[in-house]
Structure formats: C-alpha cells, structure tokens
C-alpha cells in the first residue's frame, strides 16, 4: 500500500511523516516516530491507555488514522513537560506514587492535561468523572484523583 505524506504539529514541532493510510496514529506515534509513551491497550478506544490530544481533545489513538492528523495539533504525554521539566502533573503523579505498572498512566496524564486546561479548579467529582474513560488495574483511583488535585492547586499558585 502506498504510505502517505502528513504534516502536522507533535509535541509543539511541526513534523512531516509517511504512514499507510490504514495506520492509526497510535501506530505511527510508537512505530514511525518512536514515541513509544502513548501505550496500546485494547485497541478497541475502552481503556484509554493511548489517550492524547488532538487539538485540545482528548482522543483514543487507536481509533483516529494517522492520516486524521494532517494539519492537525497532537500532543502525547511525551509533550507534556517542557524544557526538561516535568508538567506538574507529572510530577505529582510521582509523588503521590499514582502510577504502577505504568501502561495506564500516559492516558491519565494526558486526560488530566485537558481537564486542567478547561477547569483548573476541578472538584473530586469533576477529576473522576473525566478520568472515568481510563481504565486502571494496578493503583486504584485513590491515588490518581489526589495527584490530579494536587497539580491543579499548584497550578493555580493555592
């Protein structure tokens, strides 16, 4: 099959790739680009462990075609810090100890980075309501609502 030309923004850098049009951009983040901290899950958009950002949205990876972002803003957990400094988020989620085996925590972060950006004041039940579409099998919840909560106070100086 004949790959594709897509330009797009990853990570804040406009980036030009090849792909197969049949690729999801989960595939082509890991495979052709090598940023491998988006994870697979279950490749069906249940478990949200390849969650980033498509223009703002949050988007299961597995189920948008690399094509899909042609022109197109994408930020993976990879972009989240920034001048190798870790996003708050990150870096509370260390603190906290909100991560385990780790496949699910990209998902997290990221959901969580576009619920901050919409709400920086979120309640208990606002971070649990829009992390609902991440599935966790190792931590628990416990652990990753108090970290979410914690960055947001940061953020917000409080």
């Not at 075609?65 to 990150?90: M, N």
Request: hydrophobic share 40%.
């Amino acid at each position: 099959m004949a790959k594709v030309q897509v330009t797009t923004t990853i990570n804040r850098e406009e980036t030009e790739l090849l792909c197969e049009p049949r690729q999801t951009l989960l595939e082509v983040l890991r495979d052709e680009l090598e940023l491998t901290g988006t994870k697979e899950g279950c490749s069906t958009g249940d478990c949200g462990a390849c969650s980033v950002l498509l223009d703002g949205d949050v988007v299961c990876s597995c189920l948008v075609l690399g094509v899909e972002a042609e022109g197109r803003d994408v930020v993976t957990v990879e972009g989240l810090a920034e001048g190798g400094r870790l996003h708050p988020l990150q870096q509370k989620f260390l603190e906290h100890a909100a991560l385990q085996c780790g496949i699910c925590t990209p998902g997290f972060l990221v959901a969580a980075k576009a619920l901050l950006d919409a709400n920086p004041d979120p309640t208990e039940a606002e971070v649990r309501y829009e992390l609902a579409g991440n599935l966790c099998r190792c931590t628990g919840y416990d652990k990753i609502v108090r970290a979410v909560l914690d960055a947001a106070a940061e953020m917000r100086g409080a």
